[in-house]
């Protein structure tokens, strides 16, 4: 296979097996940056768990200080009052039935979706639909929740989920090209701090297997997780 010019200055400029301290893994994923719009930082984290066990299915949320620089547009499914509290918060779409019907219909133009207890006894019943995209609201994830309006707000300031794959692996957004170096790397020491807060009791040895940060375009730089400590 016939390789690219761009391809080929990113094999100049890095070593594939090489892990690289934090600070320069970021510096050499902004460096290889060759579109022209502003790619997205993203981080693959590979953990000793075993998500069919419960301890070890990791879901849990962090802000992320510097954002991830994404607007997030969210649904709210509410009713009465909160429905006001939803849209004074800065919810982009605020309802109930209308959305459900909607939902069902196919619509899912929304990054996320916040639902008060008392709408999943239908939306539950959208599980099929959701599921797949990574939309269905939960209570670990701070979704499903009365303080819509605080929810609402997190999510537009950056609050990530952090989820175990069937893999092993989890991948979140931790910035954009344009970031300043260092707000990339206080991103990445967020996610990792809060992964390691939540490490399962039942998980011996070596918890922290892999990890690696990447653009949207370019290769992924594997990082040597002893440097973030």
Not at 111 to 129: F, Q, V
Request: aromatic fraction near 4%.
């Amino acid at each position: 296979m016939k390789m690219t010019k761009n391809y080929k200055t990113t094999r100049e400029k890095f070593d594939r097996m090489k892990l690289y301290p934090i600070d320069e893994a970021i510096a050499l994923v902004q460096e290889m940056k060759f579109s022209k719009f502003d790619e997205s930082i993203d981080l693959a984290i590979n953990l000793d768990v075993d998500p069919r066990h419960a301890e070890e299915n990791i879901r849990v949320t962090t802000a992320l200080p510097h954002g991830t620089g994404k607007e997030v547009s969210v649904l709210v499914l509410a009713s009465g009052p909160k429905e006001k509290e939803a849209l004074e918060a800065g919810a982009d779409y605020v309802g109930n039935k209308e959305y459900l019907d909607k939902i069902k219909g196919g619509w899912a133009d929304v990054d996320k979706i916040i639902a008060t207890p008392d709408m999943m006894g239908e939306l539950g019943k959208l599980g099929r639909i959701l599921g797949p995209k990574g939309l269905m609201p939960n209570p670990k994830s701070g979704t499903v929740t009365m303080d819509v309006a605080k929810a609402v707000k997190d999510l537009k300031a950056g609050q990530v989920e952090l989820r175990v794959e069937k893999t092993g692996i989890v991948h979140v957004p931790c910035g954009k090209s344009s970031f300043e170096k260092d707000a990339i790397v206080e991103n990445i020491r967020t996610i990792y701090d809060t992964l390691i807060k939540n490490r399962p009791a039942s998980v011996k040895g070596q918890y922290l297997e892999k990890m690696s940060v990447s653009s949207t375009m370019g290769p992924g730089i594997k990082i040597d997780h002893a440097s973030i400590r």
